[in-house]
């Protein structure tokens, strides 16, 4: 144990007291499931179940997706594991709710004191844990290691600047890097940084590439398809403060109805607001006289993609958010617009553009000519729905990868302990 370790621990211990009344204040503020408090804190109703479990952690929406399609390939190849998977925000919670095969546990991640991290992993008791792009949490990896829980960080992002604050701390980056049998880059870039600090790398890997088209409810989409009355659909998916705005202005005047899908929904009251437009989360469906709609709901990208003919992608332009996975509109032939900010997906990215199946908007009047030159070209759009189609299709490979990788860290199958 390294001294900043050290410390590390002795001050989330001397801080222990205090994270109640936190997370008490941000369930007030609606950041934290009052219900679920307890899981912060490392504590459970539930039993763990006897055999072999497997724990899979991702932190927020970006990164539980993402671990999906590995989840449903597990539950399908070894179905005597008991899967546990945990995130720490309301809405990755909310959504997994929704999209994991019911017989995986959820559990909120604990907060990473001593305290807390020692209740969970005490309770669950897991064999192995999959982490997924960037969670470096020292009490709870630490924790883990002691316990001899076989570890493996997969899709694996580390951005420039976190990087050099680790490298001031050389000898913990590198401790707690090792704690990872496997470690997996998601990129070239992150695979040199993870290595300056210390880190084993594997191949790459980027689970975003792996996938399959969101679910959807047909009723749902014929009544939408109805309400666009014929005009073109332009989906602004998963926006952040600011963009809406500009996605809006570069909209306007085209002939198309812009559907506005905020990356967190409780933003949709503000939004509608400010652009005087119906909502989804009120029930309200747009009318022939409306030139935007608000979808401010949980759960339905798979419904609002389907439903768009061009995809602006939020979290793109200037700001520090990098942008959102594109391969999840790829996958249903939708051709994607994105700003500048994409260093989260850059790799997945430069491929799309080479393809043309994604354009680059350097700013908002390059989106109004973008979106103006698609509204305006079916025979376009059509083109880039059958190369972005080509291109999802090929990336299922990560899938795979990633499926081989950890093999080596699962419980083996009952009756063969001797072949491990």
């Given amino acids: 144990m390294t001294l900043p370790l050290t410390l590390y621990g002795l001050a989330t211990g001397l801080a222990s007291p205090l994270v109640p009344a936190l997370l008490a204040r941000r369930a007030r503020a609606g950041r934290e499931d009052p219900e679920r408090i307890g899981e912060r804190l490392g504590r459970t109703s539930w039993p763990r179940p006897k055999g072999p ?46 999209r994991l095969p019911a017989s995986v546990l ?11 991290t020692r ?25 883990a290691r002691r316990r001899g829980v076989r570890l493996a960080l997969v899709s694996a992002r580390i951005t420039e600047a976190t990087a050099r604050s680790w490298s001031r701390v050389p000898r913990t980056a590198q401790r707690l890097l090792s ?54 659909v332009i989906l602004a998916a998963s926006t952040h403060p600011g963009e809406e705005d ?24 503000a939004i509608a607001q400010d652009l005087g437009a119906p909502r989804r989360a009120l029930g309200q469906i747009p009318g022939p006289g409306d030139a935007i709609w608000i979808a401010d709901t949980l759960g339905e990208m798979g419904l609002l993609y389907r439903l768009a003919d061009v995809a602006v992608m939020g979290g793109s332009f200037p700001g520090e958010i990098g942008g959102h996975n594109p391969l999840e509109p790829a996958r249903l032939g939708i051709p994607v617009i994105t700003g500048p900010d994409i260093a989260n997906s850059a790799d997945v990215y430069a491929e799309m553009f ?39 299709g090929r990336q299922g490979q990560a899938l795979e990868t990633a499926l081989e990788a950890i093999a080596v860290l699962l419980p083996p199958p009952e009756g063969k302990a001797g072949e491990a």
């Fill in 53 to 98: 479990l497997v724990w899979l952690h991702g932190v927020s929406v970006g990164e539980t997706l993402s671990l999906l399609a590995l989840v449903e390939a597990l539950v399908d190849l070894r179905p005597d594991l008991t899967l546990l998977v945990t995130s720490g925000t309301r809405t990755s919670a909310d959504l997994l709710a929704r």
């Fill in 179 to 232: 704690a990872f049998k496997i470690l997996l880059p998601q990129d070239p870039a992150s695979a040199d940084r993870l290595s300056a600090l210390g880190g084993t790398c594997g191949e790459i890997l980027n689970l975003k590439r792996a996938g399959s088209p969101l679910p959807f409810d047909p009723q749902a989409l014929e009544a939408l398809r109805g309400a666009a009355a014929g005009r073109p």
């Fill in 354 to 392: 080479d393809e043309v199946c994604a354009l680059l908007a350097r700013d908002g009047a390059d989106l109004r000519r973008k979106l103006a030159g698609l509204v305006a070209d079916p025979v376009l759009r059509r083109r880039m729905r059958e190369a972005a189609l080509a291109y999802a």
């Fill in 246 to 269: 500009l996605i809006a202005q570069a909209a306007e005047g085209l002939g198309a109805l812009l559907v506005i899908a905020p990356r967190h929904p409780e933003r949709g009251a």
């Fill in 119 to 143: 209740r969970f992993l005490d309770h669950w008791r897991p064999d192995a844990g999959i982490f997924a792009e960037s969670e470096l949490w020292p009490n709870l990896i630490e924790g």
């Fill in 106 to 116: 959820h559990q909120y991640a604990p907060v990473d004191t001593p305290g807390a």
